[in-house]
């Protein structure tokens, strides 16, 4: 953290201190709560007012042994008064609720950072699991950070002793403690969560009793013992008026597709099997049946996207989720709807690979995967989203282009952006694009492979209309009628048919914008989740005087159509990624652009830090 400026005082013993922006982990044992304490400090702040950034970080492993390496799980975020775009490239704070969460998140602790331990924890068999030869509490090696050794645990329990629950009950509200010591620690109120402990646990009493109890004796031991002696405020952030909620990019991601339903007028229909980290978007779309979402979780990953491609045919709002290795398996069926030139809506939520690889980590290199990862010629439409927030819009956009073009469309998004956190402003609907849904009704005339002269759309004839029985499959059809049809000359006009559909979408999606001079030296251009990071980075060079422009591509199947023009401006163009250097590639290859790839691949998103790195070694 900046050195903070002493505004007043709370107390005669505690400081008040004011901060710009603040970054707290926490971690601890994957049955720790980690989670829902982040969430919690994270839905509190967005009430105050703060803008926030968050990175949920899972363990792989489902049982990790407790207390080992690989179960730690952590949950960080970034409030702030002011406008940000990722959640701090090294916390300020880390709360570590056992000696495996201390090993694992220790190295990212800023020096001189306030660390929050939980003592009851640093026994012998903890400190073996965690690979710790002598105790870090006693060995000096903690020397550098601003250390407040804490037996929350038993501090825990003794808040609890009116609470009529069994001891390892009890005992698992230790992260409601340590939410309320940081509650006190960072000026927050505890309102809005014992409003949330009512709500949640309405039919447990004594669970919401002791929680409850926790929080505030969390909050009253920072209060009243003398091992704090400051706490800091961070204001409400100068957001422009509107009304706001905390959201992920997986909620925005299934509450866009329920408003791409709603503006089509036609029911949403998602086939999905459950795969990390997309699973969210199905539990939350299988909630809202009340706006006339069908959900359908399907015995495998084929038969999900089939089902969404049926549903299709039949006049639905065809959509179908999963991440990489899922992706691989709808193979098949997403060249179906090429061929069959239907509506439907592939999500792709990234994750590390191959194979199961890193199933809890976000990656990006699914890109070529997406963009040629079919047999034949078999182009699609790729959209991606830029923020937790824009996943909304996206998700919208995905299906008027889906519609408008009778083409599949897949939405990349990432597990950084489908489980971080943002404030989302909520659009007024009048400010939502209209998706015109046009259905083929009139017998005469019709033929089932007919074009739309701009598009090159193809007409959707819902199947048991009077008059528009048509042929439709796998196989190769002839222009104009849908008929079977080998002939080599027909087949080779209509697979440059399908790719000249697909490349005139870009006449119909925005012209990529610069931030910064629209020419110079250097170009940061990014997709997807790299967004905040490459944002941050430029904005805090060009702050400084220096000269580096930034653009972000939410189309990538097609490319903006000015692209090549912009790259022509800048001597040097970077591309950072989370693969190593999908776009970069696509970049050279189509615009004999000499691109410089910045690849990292280790499950974990760019920091600002990395990207101003690099960029000031081509200045």
Same mark, same amino acid.
């Given at each position: ?14 400081q ?7 970054t ?21 702040s ?20 407790a ?9 960080? $975020?970034?409030f702030?008064?002011h ?28 020096p001189? !950072? ?24 006693? *060995?000096?090696?903690?020397?550098g ?7 929350? &645990?038993?501090?825990t ?20 403690y340590?939410?309320?010591?940081m509650?006190?620690?960072f ?5 809005? &969560? +014992? ?8 039919k ?13 004796? !969390? ?18 952030s100068?957001?422009?008026? =509107? ?5 992920? =990019?997986n909620?925005?991601?299934? %509450?866009?597709?329920i ?8 029911p +949403?229909?998602?086939?999905?099997y ?37 549903a ?22 997403? =060249?179906?709807?090429?061929?069959t030139e +239907? ?8 994750r ?10 976000t ?6 995967q ?17 923020t ?25 998004? *990432? ?10 402003e %909520?659009?007024s609907?009048e ?19 007919l ?5 090159l759309a193809?007409p ?21 009628? !849908?008929?079977?049809?080998?002939d ?9 048919l399908?790719? #000249? ?9 925005? $012209? ?12 940061v ?5 790299t967004?905040?990071? %490459?944002?941050t ?8 005087? &220096?000269s ?6 939410r ?14 401006r ?10 190593? !250097? ?8 189509r ?11 280790k ?6 830090? #990395? %990207?101003?790195k ?6």
């Open positions: 953290m900046d050195t903070p400026k002493l505004k007043d005082q709370a107390t005669p013993r505690h008040l201190e004011e901060l710009d922006a603040v707290i982990r926490f971690a601890g044992d994957s049955g720790d709560g980690m989670q829902l304490t982040g969430t919690q400090f994270t839905a509190t967005a009430i105050i007012g703060n803008d926030i950034s968050t990175l949920p970080d899972f363990p792989a492993e489902i049982r990790a042994p207390g080992s390496l690989p179960g730690v799980s952590g949950y960080q $975020l970034n702030s008064s406008d940000i775009r990722t959640p701090g490239d090294e916390p300020n704070v880390l709360v570590a609720m056992n000696p495996a969460a201390l090993k694992m998140n220790l190295k990212d602790l800023e001189g !950072g306030i660390l929050v331990v939980n003592t009851d924890a640093f026994v012998e068999s903890n400190l073996r699991k965690a690979a710790y030869e002598t105790n870090p509490l006693e *060995d000096g090696s903690l020397s950070y601003r250390v407040f050794k804490l037996p929350i &645990t038993s501090l329990m003794g808040a609890l002793e009116e609470a009529k629950l069994p001891h390892k009950q009890m005992e698992r509200c230790k992260n409601f340590a939410l309320g010591l509650y006190w620690l000026d927050r109120p505890l309102e809005p &969560t +014992l409003k949330w402990i009512d709500q949640k646990f309405s447990m009493p004594e669970v919401a009793l002791a929680n409850k109890l926790a929080v505030k004796a !969390g909050y009253n031991y920072a209060e009243t013992t003398e091992i704090f002696t400051t706490h800091y405020r961070v204001v409400k100068d957001m422009k008026p =509107g009304k706001y909620r905390n959201i992920t =990019g909620e925005a991601t299934a %509450i866009g597709f408003a791409a339903s709603q503006l089509a007028g036609r +949403l229909y998602y086939g999905s459950p795969i990390t980290p997309a699973s969210d978007v199905l539990h939350e779309l299988s909630t809202h049946k009340n706006f006339g979402v069908k959900t359908f979780q399907a015995e495998d990953e084929i038969a999900a996207v089939g089902a969404a491609l049926g299709a045919f039949a006049g639905n709002l065809g959509l179908t989720g999963t991440s990489g290795p899922g992706l691989a398996l709808k193979s098949e069926f997403i =060249g179906l709807a090429v061929m +239907l509506p439907i809506v592939i999500i792709d939520v990234q590390g690979g191959p194979s199961t690889g890193l199933p809890t980590k990656e990006q290199a699914d890109l070529l997406v963009m040629f990862g079919r047999n034949s010629e078999c182009p699609v439409a790729v959209v991606a989203p830029a937790p927030s824009d996943c909304f819009s996206m998700a919208i956009e995905a299906f008027r282009i889906a519609i408008k073009y009778m083409t599949p469309v897949v939405y990349l998004s *990432d597990g950084y952006l489908g489980n971080g956190s943002e404030p989302w %909520i659009p609907i400010s939502l694009p209209r998706i015109e849904v046009k259905f083929r009704t009139e017998k005469a005339g019709f033929y089932p492979y074009r739309d002269e701009r598009t193809r959707w004839a819902i199947p048991g209309t009077p008059g528009l029985e048509h042929r439709i499959g796998g196989l190769e059809k002839q222009h104009i009628t !849908g008929n079977v049809n080998y080599p000359d027909n087949h080779d006009f209509m697979v440059r399908r790719a #000249e559909k697909v490349a005139r979408i870009a006449q119909d999606i925005p $012209l990529l914008e610069v931030s910064g001079e629209p020419e110079g030296k250097v170009l251009l990014g997709w997807g989740s967004h905040g990071a %490459i944002t980075a430029t904005e805090q060079l060009r702050a400084k005087g &220096t580096v422009s930034s653009a972000h591509l189309y990538l199947n097609p490319f903006p159509r000015n692209l090549g023009e912009v790259l022509s800048f001597e040097t163009v970077i591309v950072p990624e989370l693969n190593l !250097g999908q776009l970069a590639l696509l970049v050279r290859a615009f004999l652009v000499d691109a410089i790839s910045f690849s990292k691949v499950g974990l998103p760019f920091k600002v830090s #990395e %990207i101003v690099k960029i000031n070694e081509y200045l």
